[in-house]
């Protein structure tokens, strides 16, 4: 298995260190997926790893890896909404799919020590899978970071750096340190093996479902799960699994907004933009890595995008809260925003929701 270049072509093998091409490009991973046959669904596995025959995964380190993640359930919110509830994780976010597939790829290939930068969920998913197989991790977040989220990645036994500034900030304090020491770069957007986890979201939707639902809503920062749901989706469709794509509906916050922008002017690239502080701290991100590549998808697929009113993140929170469901701030966003959609669109119903993270890790 190899890397290819997403800009310039080039090929690597998948044991290099290096974080990137060397002409500034993002890995992708030349790696084309079995045809989907739910024949194939190892069900001896209670968790993500039972699609193992459908991701890429170098021999069996994953078995060192895993912590159980995966197989969360989907509920019915409303006649119209089902959430699946990817807090229901090992360390209470969704980024533990992504985290325990680059992980294991990163025990493979023998890296004893890796940094990684994150708004919180992201560095705590990597911290506490690197301490479960022994490797050396050390997390940069930005200030203002959930104090709940430090402590948790401490706990793991990484050590953490807070850097001053923005979460762009905070991923060149970490860039920086990758280009001066040569560490491993155990990035969630950067590192293609992370979307190979992601993925699963969306396979175990279809087998809980026996369907796609009509609408699916994704939160949209650096895009670790739209990437991972696209993929998937297109898996599925090449399969015949489904017929067609679902609308999809990717959400930004209103104070942090590249993506929205950028398809409303029909460009190429993210907006340029300068994020205002917002409640949705895990998708504000004004310079998103793999911006190209995620609007080429949202193109491709038709993508709708939304903006979450922030101003209605709290409420929404509290509407969740009412009926048993204590989310962090960034994943009422997806409510507030889906809300929003059905102000501007009408009744949408049969919409899913991802709630990606759980409420008391961002009580601050």
């Known amino acids: 298995m190899n890397f290819v270049c997403g800009k310039c072509g080039t090929i690597e093998s998948t044991r290099t260190r290096k974080p990137k091409c060397e002409c500034g490009g993002l890995w992708k991973l030349d790696f084309d997926a079995p045809r989907y046959d739910p024949s194939r669904i190892d069900k001896s596995i209670w968790g993500m790893f039972r699609y193992k025959e459908f991701m890429a995964l170098e021999g069996e380190t994953w078995r060192e890896v895993t912590l159980g993640e995966g197989m969360t359930p989907i509920v019915s919110f409303s006649d119209d909404v089902l959430l699946k509830m990817d807090y229901f994780m090992p360390t209470l976010s969704f980024k533990d799919r992504g985290a325990a597939v680059l992980i294991a790829h990163c025990k493979a290939i023998g890296v004893d020590s890796v940094v990684q930068d994150s708004s919180g969920n992201a560095g705590n998913s990597v911290a506490a899978y690197c301490g479960r197989c022994g490797i050396d991790c050390e997390i940069f977040v930005p200030e203002g970071t959930s104090p709940k989220k430090i402590d948790m990645i401490k706990a793991h036994g990484a050590r953490i750096n807070i850097v001053p500034g923005s979460r762009d900030n905070c991923a060149d304090a970490c860039r920086t340190k990758v280009e001066k020491e040569g560490k491993y770069y155990a990035n969630h957007v950067y590192n293609p093996f992370f979307y190979e986890g992601t993925k699963t979201y969306i396979y175990e939707v279809h087998e809980q479902l026996g369907r796609i639902p009509e609408n699916i809503f994704i ?37 942090c907004d590249p993506f929205v922008k950028a398809a409303e002017a029909g460009e190429k690239v993210p907006a340029r933009v300068y994020p205002k502080p917002t409640l949705a701290e895990g998708i504000a991100i004004g310079r998103p890595a793999r911006g190209e590549e995620i609007l080429e998808y949202i193109y491709r697929h038709d993508v709708r995008l939304i903006r979450a009113p922030e101003d209605k993140i709290l409420e929404a929170r509290s509407l969740l809260a009412e009926k048993g469901i204590y989310c962090e701030h960034t994943t009422a966003a997806n409510y507030a925003a889906y809300l929003k959609y059905c102000e501007v669109h009408g009744k949408t119903p049969d919409s899913l929701l991802t709630m990606c993270g759980a409420g008391l890790k961002s009580d601050h």
């Open 219 to 255: 939160p949209l920062g650096n895009g670790t799960l739209f990437i991972g749901v696209v993929k998937g989706l297109e898996e599925l469709l090449a399969a015949g699994a489904i017929d067609r794509m679902p609308n999809i509906v990717a959400i930004q916050s209103e104070n």
